[in-house]
């Protein structure tokens, strides 16, 4: 039986990154998103998560983890742990 990977999720020993209000990034791959106080993003791009626009413009709640294949976003309000991967 062979066993597989999800390297998307293999960030731990690659570090983290903590983000504010108005704080912004691009060009880093995060392989998760950890909501931290209550966020509002304005924009946020994902390859691989269907309906991320829905995400946009509305309050995530502190605790709320968003899993994926982030590349940028901006943060309206808030604070948010980017792990890279």
């Given at each position: 039986?062979?066993?597989?990977?999800?390297?998307?999720?293999?960030?731990?020993?690659?570090?983290?990154?903590?983000?504010?209000?108005?704080g912004?990034?691009?060009?880093?791959?995060?392989?998760?998103?950890?909501?931290?106080?209550?966020t509002?993003?304005?924009?946020?791009?994902?390859?691989?998560?269907?309906?991320?626009?829905?995400?946009?413009?509305?309050t995530?709640?502190?605790?709320?983890?968003?899993?994926g294949?982030?590349?940028?976003?901006?943060?309206?309000?808030?604070?948010?742990?980017?792990?890279?991967?």
């Amino acid at each position: 039986m062979s066993s597989s990977r999800n390297n998307t999720l293999e960030f731990s020993s690659v570090g983290s990154e903590a983000f504010t209000s108005g704080g912004s990034t691009s060009g880093q791959r995060y392989g998760a998103l950890q909501i931290i106080n209550d966020t509002v993003f304005s924009s946020l791009t994902a390859s691989n998560v269907d309906g991320i626009a829905n995400l946009q413009s509305i309050t995530l709640a502190a605790g709320t983890v968003l899993y994926g294949q982030f590349s940028a976003f901006t943060i309206t309000s808030g604070v948010v742990v980017a792990h890279k991967y």
